[in-house]
């Protein structure tokens, strides 16, 4: 009889052996699978290797090239820059509009965007111009290459790639 309940004892203990390998392989198959796929959902979106995200920014970083055959796009600074010029000489005030010429939508929905900070740049700009020197055609010809090249900056230090292609004074009253 004690034989009889040992064999049966051995029986049960191999089934269930067998059950428990079975369980546990089921287990780590769940596991792994549920891991594999965390991993999947939650690191999927992770951003490009090194060497893609430096490829990427020096692609971003390349400037398109600027279509000549585009339509113009002139943005009009509003309202008129008035300026009170330093003390000492004969002219005291300067009254100007302007227009920026581009080919560029984005640079020109840069200006239209960062319109105060431009402007108060160029009225900075154009309060320590020198009244005399503006009386000439050859002033006026510098003081538009003067704000061509600190729109140009402006737009650079605030991450804008682009570039204006030209400033026009439509117009200039000097007093």
């Known amino acids: 009889m004690a034989e009889a309940e040992e064999l049966d004892l051995g ?26 796929a965390a991993w999947f959902f ?14 990427q920014a020096k692609a971003e970083e390349e400037e398109e090239p600027v279509d000549e055959s585009a339509p113009p796009i002139y943005h009009q600074f509003k309202p008129v ?4 010029l330093p003390p000492g000489g004969k002219k005291k005030m300067l009254q100007i509009e302007l227009q920026v010429l581009t080919h560029q939508p984005k640079v020109d929905a840069f200006l239209t965007t960062n319109d105060p900070m431009l402007r108060h740049h160029l009225l900075n700009l154009l309060s320590e111009q020198d009244g005399e020197a503006l009386t000439s055609s050859k002033g006026r010809e510098k003081l538009r290459e003067v704000i061509v090249q600190r729109i140009g900056k402006l737009m650079k230090e605030n991450g804008q790639r682009g570039e204006i292609d030209n400033v026009y004074f439509t117009q200039f009253v000097l007093q």
Do not use: H, N, Q, T
């Open 11 to 36: 029986e049960e203990g191999k089934g269930s052996k067998k059950k428990l390998i079975i369980i546990i392989v089921l287990a780590l198959v769940l596991l792994g699978g549920g891991g594999g």
């Open 81 to 84: 820059f008035i300026a009170e």
């Open 42 to 55: 939650l690191m999927g979106d992770e951003p490009p290797p090194e060497g893609e995200a430096a490829a």
